[in-house]
């Protein structure tokens, strides 16, 4: 989740900008909200009331909100790994990932559903300051044209054959 799904859960319902915050808080910071406070300077009794759904967030408060977000994220994603696949397949991927020597590298995920999408997508990914990025093998090769990060492919055998599987058990 992004400081985008913010903006969108904001704009799609009513207290959407509270589900989406609080699932940054929570899944993608892991941060409390006493701490989230102290690091934007936003005050904590207007955050509760805002997160209590007591009262809407004014637009002062969205562009602190952000902002914040952007430099805690910036920070913590300075390093990060992105994997550029549909939806379905983004959502289960893990946060983060252990390198050999302790090293925590991000997985930041750009989901996309057509092939402009995923090489847009790689391109931004770049300018992000991906160290690499993950994608489907029918894009790899213009990727790789056109990026100067390393891009890897996903080779999908076993989920290519669990389906063919449970196509021919479908068919018989």
Known sequence: MTVSDLIA???REEGGFQKAFRNILDDEL???LNEFCQLSGISQSTMYKILEEKREPNLRTVRQVIKALKIIMEADDSRF????????VVEN????????????VTVREYPVSTVEDAIIA????ERDGALG?????????TIEKI???PVSRVIPTSSV????DRLTDDLV
């Open 9 to 11: 859960g904001m704009l």
């Open 81 to 88: 790994i992105a994997v550029i696949a549909s939806t379905t």
């Open 161 to 164: 054959m669990l389906a063919v």
């Open 122 to 125: 790689a391109v931004r990914a």
């Open 93 to 104: 991927l893990p946060k983060s990932i252990e390198m050999g020597d302790g090293l925590i």
């Open 133 to 141: 990025v993950v994608c489907a093998p029918i894009v790899a090769p």
């Open 30 to 32: 892991a941060m409390s």
């Open 147 to 149: 990026l100067s990060i």
